[in-house]
């Protein structure tokens, strides 16, 4: 049986296909009930293991105008799981025969892509922890798509919350993908967190430049705006004397609520927080700029401008539907997408020793009980970066061992440049690796 | 875009339409599986606050029998409400593109009216706390046509608890509305409250009798009857010397459950409530008397009357299915009623200035954090006597200003009729005056 | 109107309606997707009073795949039930117009039984506590089918926890009827019960033998192993001699897990329960066993055989998808079953007198508060044994006495055998006799 194709991270569809989503999406926001045929017969699992009721009945809506049949279980924390069953058994069984598609929610950042490895049939990621939601990203560019006609180019204000929203870094990231500028303009103390910068300039080029944003006037407030830009670095030396770079026109504000559930201590209150208002709307440079918001907001942004035709965000959630289904279509073979799958694929090792070099507790290679091996990428081989193939978190690790040799080496050490990935064996401290019989090497 | 039709009240509906939404619920139940192509591609959502199993459960029959899909929120108090998100945009979202129609449910008052001001699809109220569930009523009365050819005339005996019951208010001014006799039959201390009296007399013209229940035999028990009458002024006349009207024979007794729920301290224990057994049934009175109740029963109707021919209470839950089948196929366009809506649309404003006058606790407009405004309508104009919009409560107030002269004045002042509804504000007292700098006016 | 056909008890299938089914999941199963429109138009709801998603979602995938429509309600015991209705109230209004069919979960025995008395649609029992859960059983013997192409004669294992797994029970009951034999590998101290074996015995003349289980290697570990043989008599006295059964070849192992939530005081802690592992399956006897597990798995069974090709836990889920469509297809009256329905129907009374004799304090007849009135069936006349016709136990009473004569007897009195079953009345002591005005018998 040849593997089904899964939408676990962004990155699983490349430019071209994204596109090519984008023009299907548009076919049937243009009709949306005259396509109750398309999967007819099919039906997709809704498995959400916390409550998400906007981005289940998103989906589900998107199933229901394709013609085909939706199984819910909302509240699967509190049913199966409490039974002790695995995610990768309840996969297992449900992709088994029960449903042609699943549409995961988990608060575990990994459980997409743990189910991915199970599941015989699609497994769509519909938010796994902190980690990713791709079709809140897909929905996100599709605006951008409907609204300005090219995503290449536009200049997009990311405000707000801009350290612990899920949402907006993988927007940021896909922006940056897209070729798109982004003025960061953050609530003051929730900048873009800097693996975030790192990654945007690691995989697109990305260059921070100090940000001029007098003229978004009330919006920026006291804030420290940033620019990032994914243009090539000669285009960009043509302005390495400006210190800052001049935010003329703006083609969308894209605001979020503060993560409140995930601020710590000395985070601010919910009533400090930035507020989009009518007179923010006033500058100049947001003439033609719409508004965005993922939803649900709270008081980020005052009603006294719902009415105002720059407000896309209800249009935004409603545009989740057809970009759903375009997206369903394709995983469940309705529809083929012009433009070829992301050439890399990237290469996944089995940990093979040891404890779990993943530092991150609420990734699903700790949280998870049953079935889970820890996982990891390679990110660079001298000195070793490896990163957990669930969560992307950097794995912890003070020396490397090989389950051949049984040496372990310092991460610097060029020796490791020998050693299969297969058999490399992350060591918090020398301790561990006495424990399991690996002694230093001499090199 | 036109603003879609909502059903928030039933008064939202003309007798002509009712009428008419009987006849085609006739057609529907006559087939209940050959009308499967009828909504074939619409959707609705059933966004549910709290939970009501049979009432989601008859819609949700209603819509699939249509042939049409349906989104389930069973939970929504514990989803995206504990996001935060309000009312007014979670039916932005999901009728903006989720779904073709809304059923709401809803444990405050006026939950509906405040879901319809911003929904872009129609929205059905399913139960909004203890104000409205016009299609418990709609299927109450449409039992009453299936059973007797019409409702014009009928003796309709309403028991039990006529105080707390929602479900018996909305259906006793349906029976004024539609020219019925009520005989009251409360549980002693479960008096149908004045204030239902007083709007049966003010907007049908319901004159209260003290009624000779000696014919009820059992079921009156030491019952304080009271029989309501809308007949016209002159026909009653005739009466005039009598201070019993004689019951002599009854056309259906509905029962109504203790609302043990809304008791207050000194209310009476569950097992001291009236009780309907097959004795009771004997009555003369009775003969022909069909036996209604709204579900769920506890012991106030005794299983030995189950079988009676003339218990229908499970033959009128099953004809909500038919009714609601052609509520939703009217308000999705899919059918059209024959005659005309309500000539009457109430007019409503906003309070302008000052505190919420409504004095409800559980009103939307006290409960709801997001995205209200306290709304007001008109009932009298000297004295100056008003509701709110939401909830329907008589608003409270000892002064009424006038937001443009700054001036207030009591509310039985004749000033005030030169004062447009748009600028009345309501003033609990003289301090809330000065604080925002109204003045007594010198008239 | 004629009372529908339901699935309480696997019972209420004859064998050959069985095969039958099999016969039509095979085709379902051959193309899932071929029959959407063999119950369009029709409905099932699923009632279920505890959480079981994987039975619900299993139920309502073979519905969609049937075409027809499905009403859910997941958490009932939050839901009407809090507002104290009765099952038998739910089931008539839900089967009364709803839905066509009704899937009922529960947490008390006998509820089905209960409700498919009140329901004017198909009642199937999804699991009713410890006692049936028929549509598990018809999966687990359909796997048999499709694996093996026949059950007769089969020799299956039963390994773990046979105590108190529901599951195992009716399957054993179920193995008997088909004429297989079985191989119980308990866990030791969970071996199956006496009433199990005296049931094996008393209807399907099933013998106990001492099992010699060495070929079974590792698996058989401590445990010690009876073989279970429904083999007519004089086939049996072959083998009188033998004190031993050599297990040679096994047709399948199924493997159950510890039904913790009813383990008592001093059962094992779920460490040190057995576990099925590669090795474990190495052993001559088992080379061509299937294994089965009714899911969820804990640690039971090892993930190091999950690639076997032995291993079908996942597809024996994914096969109760097509068997619950020819279910449902035969209940809804889509296809008609080749054979006879059982010949003989149980006979059930009601106790017209006196407590409830029923011991199980979880049994229907018990936690129901409203419209249930005890009822029990004959098992023997003299001694009088009879057994609770909800939950299935053996009632308990020290005399009977006679609703006529007023008379009481013991249990062994010659006297009983003259008195109508409809005048039974069971009585646990002599003052609860003597309380009812009852009085010895002088026989």
Redesign the interface.
């Known amino acids: 049986m040849q593997s089904p194709r899964h939408l676990v991270s962004i990155d699983d569809l490349s430019l071209d296909e994204i596109r090519s989503l984008f023009e299907h999406a548009d076919h049937f926001a243009a009709d949306?009930?005259?396509f109750?045929d398309t999967c007819?017969?099919?039906?997709t699992?809704s498995l959400f293991y916390e409550?998400?009721?906007?981005t289940r009945?998103?989906f589900?809506?998107a199933m229901?105008?394709l013609?085909g049949?939706i199984?819910?279980?909302?509240?699967?924390r509190?049913?199966?799981a409490?039974?002790?069953?695995s995610l990768?058994?309840t996969v297992?069984?449900?992709g088994?025969?029960?449903?042609d598609a699943i549409v995961l929610r988990h608060s575990s950042e990994g459980a997409a892509q743990l189910a991915s490895e199970f599941s015989p049939v699609p497994v769509i990621n519909a938010g796994d922890g902190a980690h990713e939601h791709p079709t809140q990203t897909l929905c996100d560019l599709y605006n951008l798509h409907v609204e300005r006609g090219h995503i290449d180019g536009l200049e997009v204000v990311l405000a707000g919350d801009l350290k612990y929203s899920r949402t907006v870094h993988s927007f940021a990231y896909a922006l940056a993908r897209f070729n798109a500028n982004i003025i960061c303009v953050p609530q003051p103390g929730f900048e873009m967190p800097k693996y975030v910068l790192q990654r945007l300039s690691d995989e697109f080029g990305v260059e921070p430049l100090r940000a001029d944003v007098r003229k978004l006037g009330d919006l920026a407030g006291s804030s420290d705006a940033v620019y990032l830009t994914p243009q090539k670095p000669h285009q960009l030396s043509l302005f390495t004397d400006l210190s800052d770079w001049q935010v003329q026109s703006v083609d969308a504000v894209y605001m979020t609520r503060p993560q409140t559930e995930r601020f710590g201590e000395g985070d601010l209150s919910d009533t400090q927080y930035m507020r989009l208002e009518k007179r923010s709307m006033d500058a100049d440079s947001l003439r033609d700029a719409v508004v965005m918001h993922p939803?649900?907001?709270?008081?980020e942004i005052d009603?006294d401008i719902d009415n105002d035709p720059r407000s896309i965000y209800?249009?935004q959630?409603?545009?989740?539907?057809p970009i759903r289904m375009a997206l369903l279509a394709t995983l469940l073979g309705k529809i083929q997408l012009a433009g070829k799958p992301p050439k890399v694929q990237r290469q996944v090792w089995p940990v093979v020793a040891g404890s779990n070099p993943c530092p991150n507790p609420s990734c699903i290679s700790r949280t998870e009980p049953?079935?889970v091996t820890p996982k990891f990428t390679l990110r660079s081989r001298t000195p070793l970066v490896a990163h957990c193939a669930y969560c992307s978190r950097e794995l912890v690790f003070r020396f490397v061992g090989c389950s051949t040799s049984k040496h372990y080496h310092a991460p610097d050490s060029r020796e490791l440049q020998k050693v299969l990935p297969d058999h490399l064996v992350f060591l918090p401290d020398e301790g561990s690796a006495q424990a399991l019989a690996y002694s230093k090497a001499h090199a």
């Open positions: 949306p009930r005259g109750a007819r017969g099919m039906i699992a409550a998400s009721t906007r009945l998103s589900e809506s229901l105008r013609g049949g199984l819910t279980a909302a509240e699967m509190t049913s199966s409490s039974k002790g069953e990768a058994d297992r069984v449900v088994g025969g029960y449903a939803l649900p907001r709270r008081d009603s209800f249009k959630a409603a545009r989740g539907v049953r079935h």
